[in-house]
């Protein structure tokens, strides 16, 4: 059809949202889950894709990763939202034992609501 498997974009996201939580812990990181995942536009084959990887909280092993996809066609500069979801990785240690991670500080507004949001999310889980 000429449009982006949802899967495969998914694979992407999380992909970009492990390197976001390893770079944060310093350590192996896993997924252990993924929220709902919407696709608000397809994307067509011949588009640049940016995937965008955000760390919202941490909490003691855990870390809430904010992950958005756009797309945008070569010839133009507007890019679309594609896809956007929290997904949640878990630090683990050399023995594959659930391990620490540092806190994460909010510094804007809009990083203090996404880290107030992280914790309700967390808690529904
Ligand atoms: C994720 C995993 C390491 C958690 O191990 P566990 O023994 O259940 O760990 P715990 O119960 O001690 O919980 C550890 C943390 O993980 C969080 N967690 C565990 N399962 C979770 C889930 N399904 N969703 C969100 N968070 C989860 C807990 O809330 C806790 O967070 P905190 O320490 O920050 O408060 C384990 O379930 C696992 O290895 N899963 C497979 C991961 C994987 O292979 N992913 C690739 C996809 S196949």
Known sequence: MGILQGGRLVQWMDIAAAVC??????????????DTVSFKRPAYVGEILTIEAKITRAFTTSMEIMVSAWSKSVSSTRKHLISESYFTFVAID???????????????????????????????K
């Open 21 to 34: 939580a390893q770079t944060h812990a310093g350590k192996i990181c896993v997924t252990a889950s993924i």
């Open 94 to 124: 050399e023995e594959g034992k659930v391990s620490p991670v540092n806190a994460v500080k909010p510094i804007t507004p809009e990083d203090r609501k996404h880290y107030d949001e992280a914790w309700k999310r967390k808690k529904r």
